[in-house]
């Protein structure tokens, strides 16, 4: 597939590399040397290059900050013995145009998306952390460059792809607090889009939770308040009765990645899995009934998040106790994800995408001749 697009390589004078502690990598603050651009205009994406990250000039006018024209990623890429690799891109290069579609933004050839993608982290290749569950953080991202502020789709848009080192996310058990004064997503809104507006309006009702002493909210359907939707930025499972029942995604929850791998995961382990309406009172009831026995988030970031309690309205559930023995169902998948990605396991499906032999070096080589 190599040459299909001409991508030239601007290489950075002054590599950041040396000053990185990688032993101390707060999510989201380190950001790699290079990053992959692609602009649209006049119906067609141009230009596409690889360069030094850095800051862009951008006009006051700039319709993304006006309207919200603005849709991203998350994905990561690990090494496996020594080999660059990355977890089911082309799922999230698909998802990246379902975003666009419903944001009425231009979608972005796949291959065009995957070449720059491995190019930019082959070149980059040495900020990938080692070490078991770190990983380098994928960042794609997609806004309108317009520079007039009528409401309108924009006419111009940048797509951006950059990386940045994480460390290992030990996420506490999460408290969860279901809402149902806010809402995340309507049917027929936005919610099954990655896009930027998505979290703005979710900011709100996480810090009003975390000011009550809870850390994350559980989203629940806009119109009854019954159903169970998603958290945070995760999608959700719960065990009950040794079956595994996930929120159906009906247009307002986010068709994570990682919730996909799990089903197919769990399907093949030889549960029983449930992707349907899944009611808070059913949640309540199982719990009393003593058959509730797992809930955990799934995402790109933590892989899976344990859930240690829920509060619906003034009632509080408590989830047994966080460990292997207690929660064997997150723990395996936790596990098996983390194995695959440093190569531990097979790869059986498939999921995983090797970024060497991207074309780069031989593009930098010609270009320093
Ligand atoms: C990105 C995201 C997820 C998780 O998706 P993954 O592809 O598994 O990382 C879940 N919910 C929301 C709202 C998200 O933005």
Redesign the pocket.
């Known amino acids: 597939m190599a040459a299909a697009y001409n991508i030239p390589v601007t290489l950075t004078p002054h590599s950041r590399l040396g000053s990185v502690d990688f032993s101390n990598l707060p999510f989201g603050k380190v950001i790699s040397d290079h990053m992959f651009v692609v602009d649209y205009e006049d119906g067609q994406w141009i230009n596409p290059r690889i360069e030094p990250f850095a800051k862009m000039e951008m006009s006051p006018a700039n319709l993304a900050l006006h309207y919200g024209q603005s849709i991203f990623e ?1 994905m990561k890429a690990t090494k496996r013995h020594g080999e660059p690799v990355l977890f089911r891109p082309e799922m999230h290069a698909r998802r990246l145009n379902i975003s666009a579609e419903r944001m009425c933004m231009p979608t972005l050839p796949e291959d065009l998306f995957m070449t720059g993608l491995k190019m930019l982290i082959e070149l980059d290749k040495d900020w990938i952390p080692a070490e078991n569950d770190h990983a380098l953080y994928i960042r794609p991202l997609m806004f309108a460059t317009d520079e007039w502020f009528g409401v309108h789709a924009s006419e111009k848009y940048k797509f951006l792809i950059f990386t940045g080192p994480v460390g290992p996310y030990y996420p506490k058990p999460v408290k969860l607090w279901v809402e149902e004064v806010f809402t995340r997503a309507a049917q027929g809104g936005s919610g099954e889009a ?1 896009c930027a507006g ?1 979290y703005g309006a979710s900011l709100l009702p996480a810090q009003r939770a975390k000011k009550n002493g809870y850390d994350q909210v559980m989203w629940m359907d806009s119109v009854e308040k019954k159903y169970v939707q ?1 958290v945070g ?3 959700l499972f719960f065990v009950m009765d040794n079956r595994i029942i996930t929120p159906a995604t009906t247009g307002t929850i ?1 068709r ?4 996909d791998s799990f089903i197919t995961l769990l399907k093949d382990w030889g549960y029983t899995v449930e992707d349907r309406l899944l009611s808070i009172s059913e949640i309540y009831d199982a719990h009393w009934r003593g058959t509730l026995q797992e809930c955990f988030g ?3 970031a933590a892989v899976v998040s344990h859930v240690s309690d829920i509060t619906w309205r003034d009632r509080k559930i408590e989830l047994p106790p966080v460990d292997a023995a207690n929660r064997p169902v997150a723990t395996r998948l936790k596990a098996y994800i983390n194995d695959l990605r440093m190569g531990l396991v097979e790869d059986e499906y498939g999921w995983l995408e090797s970024c060497i032999n991207s074309g780069v070096m031989a593009q930098v080589q010609e270009e320093t001749v």
Do not use: I, S
């Open positions: 998350g990655k998505n998603e930025t995760m999608n986010l994570g990645v990682t919730r799934a995402g790109t």
